[in-house]
């Protein structure tokens, strides 16, 4: 079983044998669904091509994201303090 992430907005679903039906992110009306149709991927797959990217933002701001970018190229933030 494999965790399937939809190659449109990235988003990770629970571990199935097959990938979901739909992706409910994309089929809400503010999103779309890519006009090839729904497509899966796994993290294994993803991991063979991209990988991440940290990049410091500002004294003790780190931005993390994939390169390439992927779906729809989020970005996190980690914002180091005193406590964490």
């Known amino acids: 079983m494999e965790n399937f992430i939809c190659v ?3 988003t990770q679903f629970d571990a199935t ?6 992706c409910t992110i994309c089929e809400d009306e503010r999103q779309f669904v890519h ?3 729904q497509q899966w991927t796994t993290l294994a797959r993803l991991a063979a091509d991209h990988h991440n990217h940290f990049e410091d933002e500002a004294p003790q701001l780190i ?10 190229g989020q970005r ?7 406590d964490g």
Do not use: K, V
């Open 17 to 22: 044998a097959t990938p979901p039906p739909r």
């Open 8 to 10: 449109q907005c990235g």
């Open 63 to 72: 931005g993390i994201g994939t390169d390439p970018e992927f779906a729809i």
């Open 76 to 82: 996190a933030l980690l914002l180091q303090s005193a």
């Open 35 to 37: 006009y090839g149709g």
